[in-house]
C-alpha cells in the first residue's frame, strides 16, 4: 500500500476554484479500484495552502489513476489556478497492513 501527499499552493483568488475542482475530482477517485482514501485538507493557518491525502492499494492501482478522465481534467484544470508547481510525497503505509482497517 502507498500514500501519497500532494503539496498545492493556490493563488488566493482561485481557492474556490480549486476546492470545487478538486472536490469533482475526488468524488470519481474514491470509485477507483485500490482507491483506499482521497482527501482534501486545507492548512489552518494559510488557507491557499493544501494537501490531498491519496492511498492506494498499490503502486499501479495509484499509477492507474493518473490515467482516468476525471484525474487529467483536475490536472489541466487546476494548473493556473496554482501560486507553483504541485509536488507530491509519497510514503509506505506501516499500519493499517490489511484493507479492511481503511
Known sequence: MIVTCV????KPD?????????LSNR???VKE??????DLIQKADDPNQFMIY???ESEESAANHKTTAHY????DGVVN???EPRYGVKYNIIEPKERSGW
Open 72 to 75: 487529467l481534467k483536475w490536472r
Open 81 to 83: 489556478f496554482m501560486s
Open 27 to 29: 468524488l470519481e477517485s
Open 7 to 10: 503539496y498545492v499552493h493556490v
Open 14 to 22: 482561485e481557492v474556490k476554484n480549486f476546492i470545487d475542482a478538486t
Open 33 to 38: 479500484a485500490g482507491n483506499l482514501r482521497f
Open 54 to 56: 491519496e492511498a492506494y
